[in-house]
């Protein structure tokens, strides 16, 4: 068994730990290594514990308990990885929020989920003050970094967190591998999010798997730029790390100028990205220190064609493996490494070092039954790191999930060698740039504009790869008219800059066409199906804000 961290109980399977022991065993390997290297700070396993079991009395102390929710509105930083391991220690749970919410988004997610606590970056302090006007469970907000006089009830996060000692609480002996230590927000195909619930025992699974597929040991430095509110850099960047005793070089953001640099200087190895990195990278102008660092392998999604791979690989000198999962199950599919890239593929199930380990992939039928090679149908995964279901959503659980079987939403086919291909999605859920997002949701925001009739939202093909957001719009007067601005119609800028008044700025739509009306079923419903299928491509003949030079603030 490749060399993780693990139970040391031999009765216990090896992924059967709180994040707690992870840390604590870790710690115990090499307690002066350095985990974490963030901008100019360098976190030691024994500083990483010691700042987590103060962040785990410094909630305890503001009375927050076992399952209790604490919102981290935080960008990446030391902040964010401290208060969770400590909530962890404390068996508390988890609540990222995307730092490009505005107030709406923000305070579904604090209502939804019931929040005690909530901890802000001074940056987001506005939209975090109004958003947590409306949550009547919270109980105390933290800021880091500076406040203004003018927020009274913000309380400074690192004075809270230096006077409280680092010491083990008694609340640790309760926290279990089946709790939950995270609840992660995810768009669907309804208008808002739903949070999965993330154990200790899917993170430890998902750290022990990820440092097996990509071969690590405790020299390499994990290398994410991704946030922290997704549960890519937190299942396998983060945990991966843990898991073999290796470091962690955190960014707060992609930069294809930049990225290079912050590479090279950190000494990485391994890098996870997702898919539009990699065709960005690519669009760089080629430089003679295009292999000249200490990368051996990237892994990120979606699947992209062999030469754009071979292309990769040989310009940066780094191997690519391209994988499948979700926030609901990191176990989906991994390319093996050493072996040429099959066209479309995104590898085979994942496996965990124990063999004891389960991990099955079944494409399905409408009833469930299994398809034969090459047919089309539903993914579905069945593994100990599928979550056990939705925050108090037992409706989309049962839906979703079904004697511990995930139910994907996502339509693909295995070849004969089991290798899985991605054919489309029955989510009406668009991706764009590592971000899902919910067509209804934005569809709904546009309905409320005064001059809208009605809405379609559908992901068109994107140039950087993945998908962009484009709505249809029905005005109250007919098309001709809404484009007459002196008769008072709405114009697309009009719609443009209402969805970033009210929406995230990765979900206001890039194009935006304008209808006298939308095909329909019998039964009234738009067939996007129809939409989709109108021309061949769908992105000329229609407004496109990047074209218009129209700039919005994350």
Not at 63 to 92: Q, T
Not at 320 to 328: D, H, P, Q, R, Y
């Amino acid at each position: 068994m490749t060399d993780i961290v693990k139970s040391s109980e031999p009765s216990r399977l090896p992924w059967s730990m709180t994040l707690g022991e992870l840390v604590d065993q870790a710690v115990a390997r090499d307690p002066q290594k350095v985990y974490l290297y963030f901008q100019k700070h360098q976190v030691t396993y024994e500083g990483l514990r010691d700042m987590s079991l103060r962040a785990a009395s410094m909630f305890g102390g503001l009375g927050v308990g076992h399952g209790d929710r604490v919102a981290l509105f935080l960008p990446n930083g030391r902040e964010f990885l401290i208060s969770w391991m400590g909530l962890s220690y404390l068996g508390a749970v988890g609540v990222p929020i995307n730092t490009a919410y505005k107030a709406e988004e923000t305070g579904y997610i604090l209502n939804n989920a019931e929040v005690n606590v909530l901890v802000a970056h001074h940056t987001l302090l506005e939209v975090a003050n109004r958003a947590s006007q409306s949550c009547a469970s919270l109980r105390h907000s933290l800021v880091v970094g500076d406040v203004a006089d003018s927020y009274p009830r913000w309380k400074g996060f690192w004075q809270l967190l230096n006077e409280a000692p680092a010491t083990p609480l008694p609340s640790q002996g309760k926290v279990t591998p089946q709790d939950v230590s995270m609840l992660v927000y995810t768009s669907g195909t309804t208008g808002n999010p739903k949070g999965v619930m993330i154990t200790h025992e899917m993170y430890v699974a998902a750290g022990q798997g990820f440092a097996t597929w990509t071969g690590a040991t405790p020299e390499d430095r994990f290398f994410t730029c991704l946030p922290y509110f997704h549960a890519n850099a937190q299942y396998y960047s983060t945990m991966g790390s843990l898991a073999i005793g290796a470091s962690l070089v955190l960014e707060d953001r992609f930069s294809a100028s930049r990225f290079w640099d912050q590479v090279r200087g950190s000494g990485a190895t391994v890098v996870n990205f997702i898919g539009m990195m990699m065709p960005v990278l690519l669009k760089q102008p080629p430089g003679e220190q295009d292999g000249d660092s200490a990368v051996r392998l990237f892994y990120g999604s979606p699947a992209m064609e062999p030469a754009t791979l071979e292309e990769f690989e040989r310009r940066f000198g780094a191997e690519v493996l391209i994988g499948f999962a979700l926030t609901e199950c990191c176990y989906g599919t991994v390319e093996p490494r050493g072996q040429p890239h099959r066209g479309g593929s995104s590898g085979r199930p994942r496996w965990h070092p124990d063999p004891r380990f389960r991990n099955e992939l079944a494409i399905v039928d409408g009833r469930g039954n299994p398809m034969l090679p090459g047919e089309a149908g539903e993914i579905t995964l069945k593994s100990p790191a599928v979550t056990p279901g939705y925050w108090r959503d037992p409706e989309r659980t049962a839906e979703a999930i079904s004697d511990g079987r995930l139910h994907t939403g996502d339509l693909g086919l295995l070849d004969q060698d089991g290798y899985l291909y991605f054919v489309d999605r029955k989510k009406d859920v668009v991706r764009r740039r590592g971000e899902n997002i919910s067509s209804q949701e934005v569809e709904a925001v546009i309905k409320k504009h005064p001059k809208v009739m009605d809405c379609a939202v559908i992901a068109v093909p994107s140039e950087l790869g993945e998908e962009e957001v484009k709505a249809y719009v029905v005005p109250r007067v007919s098309a001709k008219e809404a484009n007459d601005t002196t008769r008072g119609g709405l114009t697309p800028k009009e719609v443009v800059y209402w969805c970033a008044d009210h929406l995230a700025s990765f979900k206001v739509p890039r194009f935006i066409e304008l209808r006298d009306d939308l095909p329909r079923t019998p039964s009234l419903r738009v067939r996007k199906d129809q939409l989709r299928q109108e021309r061949e491509d769908l992105t000329t003949g229609c407004f496109d804000r990047e074209r218009a030079g129209i700039q919005l603030k994350r």
